[in-house]
């Protein structure tokens, strides 16, 4: 004899747009870091008379370093 469930199926939907966009955001955060890091190191390798050509001094590396980071989209 064949028995019918009359027990309604429940459908569950998994939100997972939370994990993309962590992964997106860890993403932008190693893009950011690795922008800092090339500016930074091209940058410490000039001479303060190279920095004073394109208007620089050695003080204001990281501050141009972290521009160029917030720059990568």
């Not at 469930?5 to 994990?19: D, G, K, L, Q, Y």
């Not at 390798?45 to 990281?62: H, K, T, V, Y």
Request: proline share 1%; hydrophobic share 40%; no cysteine.
């Amino acid at each position: 004899m064949a028995y019918a469930s009359a027990t309604p199926r429940v459908e569950i939907t998994v939100n997972t747009s939370w994990f993309s966009n962590l992964i997106e955001s860890f993403k932008l955060r190693v893009e950011r870091a690795r922008a800092y890091r090339q500016t930074y190191d091209e940058l410490s390798m000039m001479s303060e008379r190279e920095l004073a050509d394109i208007n620089l001094s050695g003080l204001s590396i990281r501050d141009v370093a972290h521009e160029a980071a917030l720059r990568v989209h």
